[in-house]
């Protein structure tokens, strides 16, 4: 069959579409790019807020409509939540429940009697990754989280906390790197919580990740400031860990913070930080804020600026509150209005683009590790685009696509382009 795999939302998404291109090509199956080649689609939606409800039921549309006679299977957290209904109504063949991703492809395989082949069927070196032009992995860590932040409703989809074992992680990434792939992002619903089901923690994954692979990159994805010990960040020692961490915040008032459920206050965030930028050299830390959270106080809002202008993030993913049925909050009293999260969210990306400004800025004339991931034409000129260990995106002029992607060349680091998105830099090799 050809099979086409499609994510909405978060990196865990994206890594569990990963796991499931690969276990579809080993079962003989071809991955295909486009949806109207697919004879069958799966698509993991998101249901974090009630506008990306809005954007899974647009893609199931979109899909239903550019391959009618396709089959059609939706996992995510819009079918845990109950969102996708029965399915009938929206044209999907087969639901498919967070907890029961894991078996999807072997559900979809008995379901339409399909044989399975066996792995070495498969050509050699095919890569899931790069079938679906991808140069970087999201390696799913495990699933779910035993906190209950009052906004969250991907905790209440996710169900409890589920880890992958070490060594099933480790031989992911060594089949990944066998294939090419030079970087990967570890990730999870709560990374931080790796292991309190079986008895580990993230300092021992990663351990064990850097003794015994030997992939170039490793990154995290979002992990929740609290669940960092004090010598964590010893881990950053060897190079192959970038200095780059996703820390969310959600927040600058503590007031807020309590509201939210969540089990930081800004001076340990703060103290945190301090201490992740004194260990780790050219350390880089973004993190998200919800703006108008219910009974967000303009003398609250006036906190969250100035914490985010006194910290000086690399970047900042701002989200405006979107109540979700099911969680604590949607039942709050002083639900903010729409126009007050809008003017709110402008003086915030406004903030927070001038710091970003501020973080590349101080990443010229410096030498750089880029790993460069794609190319395009602009204006008749083939331009690459990479990143830094520490997250700075970069461009640079090249001759053909070939002589750069996917290649970790050392750089040095030149001016900011016009548009204040990218640094140009110059490869020294």
């Known amino acids: 069959m050809n099979i086409h795999l499609k994510a909405l939302g978060c990196r865990l998404n994206e890594a569990e579409l990963e796991s499931w291109a690969l276990e579809f090509q080993q079962a003989g199956h071809i991955l295909v790019n486009d949806v109207q080649d697919a004879d069958l689609t799966v698509l993991n939606t998101c249901a974090v807020t009630t506008e990306a409800v809005k954007k899974s039921r647009k893609l199931i549309n979109r899909v239903r409509r550019e391959n009618p006679t396709g089959k059609l299977v939706v996992s995510g957290c819009m079918v845990s939540t109950g969102e996708a209904g029965t399915g ?9 429940d967070n ?19 066996p792995e070495g069927a498969t050509l050699p070196n095919e890569s899931a990754l790069f079938a679906r032009n991808r140069q970087r992995a999201f390696i799913k860590i495990q699933d779910g989280c035993r906190y209950r932040c009052s906004y969250c409703i991907v905790t209440i989809a996710r169900g409890v906390e589920k880890s992958r074992s070490i060594d099933t992680i480790l031989a992911e990434i060594n089949n990944l790197e066998r294939q090419g792939v030079n970087e990967i992002v570890l990730t999870g619903v709560h990374v931080g919580g790796y292991g309190s089901d079986t008895n580990t923690d993230l300092h021992t994954l990663v351990t064990s ?10 990154r995290f994805a979002s992990v929740e400031p609290w669940d960092l010990g004090e010598n964590f960040f010893s881990l950053f020692e060897n190079k192959r860990l970038m200095p780059h961490m996703h820390l969310p915040i959600q927040s600058g008032s503590d007031t807020v913070l309590k509201r939210m459920s969540r089990r930081c206050h800004t001076t340990e965030f703060s103290a945190l930080l301090t201490h992740a930028k004194n260990a780790v050299h050219g350390f880089n830390v973004t ?7 219910p009974g967000e106080t303009n003398e609250e809002w006036q906190e969250t600026l100035q914490f985010v202008s006194d910290i000086g993030f690399g970047h900042v993913h701002v989200f405006s509150y979107s109540a979700r049925e099911g969680t604590k909050a949607a039942n709050m009293a002083d639900q903010i209005g729409a126009d007050i999260k809008t003017q709110r969210s402008r003086e915030l990306i406004e ?79």
């Open 209 to 218: 990740i850097l003794e015994n692979t030997s992939i170039p990159r490793i």
């Open 287 to 293: 993190t998200d804020i919800i703006v108008g959270f």
């Open 351 to 429: 903030l927070t683009g001038a710091q970003r400004k501020d973080f590349l800025r101080a990443q010229i004339d410096n030498e750089a590790q880029v790993l460069w991931e794609s190319t395009r034409d602009n204006n008749g000129q083939l331009v690459a685009y990479g990143y830094t260990e520490n997250y700075a995106r970069v461009a640079t002029r090249v001759a053909d696509a070939d002589s750069v992607r996917n290649t970790i060349k050392t750089c040095n680091i030149g001016e900011l382009d016009a548009n204040g998105q990218h640094l140009w830099a110059t490869p020294l090799d």
């Open 88 to 96: 009938v109504e929206l044209g999907i063949d087969m639901l498919v």
């Open 99 to 117: 907890s029961e991703k894991d078996k999807l492809v072997q559900r979809v395989n008995r379901r339409w009697q399909i044989p399975i082949m």
